[in-house]
């Protein structure tokens, strides 16, 4: 988690003014006690940004959270401070910080985890990272966050017929994903040989030949 600079417009992750830690019972300006600790921007107009990563091959499709935030003053545009409640606007990008989507929660009280959103990616698409962003006058936050992953299998590779000059091989794994092609003499250093995107659960491909052992492997690529 991290604070974003960019505000409203965080097509980017721009490291804001680092992250705001309240504990259970803090009183925010509309006098709500907030019901466990919590987590912000420590600055107003930084947005608040989950950043998810795929780790030793679970990947993050989905994720629930409680999305809030903190009025710092009360009084609306007469004291020049925030209103309560306000909307929040949510933007999810996927790990290649693509925008999938945004959604807008309304009526999000300060202080409390009254609101809450689910995100589910689609059509193969890996969660990469949820921004919340408040108004220009408060800071965003999230509680509650759940993260759910697919694990996939390892892909396989298996030797087909040799023929001259080439290595015939089969890749078997998901459709729709894209998986490398690598190869090594010593099972230490590993080169990437090509790069596939399966257009059905197994596909025959062929990789030069030479006249040294090589070893082959494929590999998951997000």
């Known amino acids: 988690m991290q604070s974003n600079s960019l505000g409203d417009n965080p097509a980017n992750t721009a490291p804001g003014d680092g992250l705001y830690y309240a504990p259970t019972g803090f009183v925010g300006a509309s006098g709500n006690v907030q019901p466990s600790d919590q987590v912000s921007a420590d600055f107003r107009n930084d947005g608040f940004d989950m950043i998810f990563l795929t780790n030793d091959g679970s990947i993050p499709r ?17 004291g020049g401070g925030g209103i309560n409640p306000t909307n929040l606007t949510i933007r999810v990008y996927n790990q290649a910080n693509v925008l999938l989507g945004s959604t807008t929660v309304s009526n999000v009280q300060d202080c409390l985890e009254d609101a809450y959103l689910g995100i589910i990616t689609t059509g193969g ?28 299998p390892s892909p396989t590779l298996h030797a087909l017929s040799w023929s001259t000059g080439h290595c015939p091989l089969r890749l078997n794994e998901l459709a729709g994903q894209s998986y490398a092609i690598q190869s090594s003499g010593d099972l230490a250093n590993w080169d990437y040989v090509q790069t596939n995107l399966l257009a059905s659960d197994s596909i025959a491909i062929t990789v030069p030949a030479t006249h040294a052992i090589r070893f082959y492997r494929a590999q998951w690529l997000p």
Request: aromatic letters at 14%; glycine letters at 8%.
């Open 62 to 78: 989905a994720v629930s959270f409680s999305p809030m935030f903190y009025l710092l003053t009360q009084g609306g545009s007469e």
């Open 125 to 152: 698409d890996t969660l990469g990272r949820v921004n919340v962003w408040a108004t220009p006058t408060d800071t965003s936050g999230a509680d509650n966050i759940s993260v759910y992953t697919d694990a996939f």
